[in-house]
């Protein structure tokens, strides 16, 4: 299984970005997708996984302004950030299980697979 993070990059306070996982040898059928990050100096944070029925979870610090989704077809997975803030520096990972996730967002850091990250600095 390979995962491969892309779309991060510096951005502005107020600003919005995509981040893309492209997943292979991995299908999210009856299992789990999501993302984590780590911001400098700090523990691991979950921010959001989806089901392959669509049915997502997400922390409490980006609801309303984070949106995961995924594309089946082609095994992408996508976190839409929009109002982001300097608070949402951090390296962001994806991850995927190999079963179903039955609990909330934080199962991602469970996760069995993921990617090798990419940066994301918010600048004020």
């Known amino acids: 299984v390979r995962l491969v993070e892309s779309g991060g990059g510096s951005v502005q306070a107020g600003g919005s970005l995509r981040l893309s996982c492209a997943a292979s040898?991995?299908?999210?059928?009856?299992?789990?997708m999501g993302w984590f990050r780590q911001a400098p100096g700090k523990e691991r944070e979950g921010v959001g996984i989806?089901?392959?029925?669509?049915?997502?979870s997400l922390a409490r610090s980006v609801l309303g302004r984070f949106t995961i989704s995924q594309d089946n077809s082609k095994n992408i997975l996508y976190q839409q950030m929009d109002g982001m803030t300097p608070e949402d520096t951090a390296k962001y990972y994806c991850?995927?299980?190999?079963?179903?996730?039955?609990?909330?967002?934080?199962?991602?850091?469970?996760?069995?697979?993921r990617g090798q990250g990419t940066q994301v600095p918010v600048s004020s």
């Open positions: 040898g991995y299908t999210n059928s009856g299992n789990c």
């Open positions: 991850a995927a299980s190999r079963t179903y996730c039955s609990g909330g967002y934080n199962d991602v850091l469970y996760f069995d697979y």
């Open positions: 989806i089901a392959s029925d669509g049915s997502t």
